[in-house]
């Protein structure tokens, strides 16, 4: 397995930030976005990701009318995979073409330019032995929020300081989380900062126990 080099994305994701009028421009990104990266397969779940993300512009547009605000972040989506053309297709059933960004597959080199400029990173895979990605975006410092049924979720999520975790059957709970963390006043860095704390701790040999742990739960790894 690889290991995710945490100074590397932190490195390059703070650089990013340094310059990110000009690499927006660049990389045509928006002002503020949700990220998630996957590839277009069954089980990462992306079609309950947009659901829920169209459910969510549904509440922050009411609520800009009510009693509490809220902006209405973009979305982005990097991967790529057999699912594209059904994917598309959801987009513009839901009315989300001129929110939702494909950028489409990105190098490593690419990754931290995405983590940098975003706000939030959304990982909503049905079934994950670990999550690998979700070690990126809290190495670049963003807040996370995460399926359940991921592996990383339990080491990694420490809910109401670095991130949320999910049902990633719940359409209203992720939709209700994305509302939440693009509030007013939520508290991003604060959020983000620990995201970078807790992955310090996760070194190599810390990062290959919890996977080990992740693929082989309970009695089988007792057995072995």
Known sequence: YDV????YFQRQAEAAR??????????????????????????KNLFRLLQAYARYRELTEK??????????????LLG??????DLVLLISELRLQNCVHLPGFKQYDELPVYFGLAQVFVHASA???????VNEAMASGLPVLVSSRCGCAM????????GFTFDPANVEELAQLLARVSGDGFPLADFGA???RIIANWGTERFATGLRDAEF????????
């Open 4 to 7: 995710v080099d945490n100074e």
């Open 18 to 43: 340094s310059q990110s009028a000009k690499l927006r421009q660049q990389y045509q990104l928006p002002e503020k976005f949700f990220l998630a990266s996957a590839r277009f397969v069954e089980k």
């Open 63 to 76: 609520a800009e009318s009510g009693k509490w605000k809220a902006e209405s972040w973009d979305l982005v």
């Open 80 to 85: 790529d995979g057999a699912l594209k053309s």
């Open 127 to 133: 079934t994950e032995q670990w999550g690998l990605v």
């Open 155 to 162: 080491d990694l999520v420490s809910s109401g300081v670095n």
């Open 194 to 196: 620990a995201s970078r």
């Open 217 to 224: 739960p309970g009695p089988i790894r007792r057995a072995g």
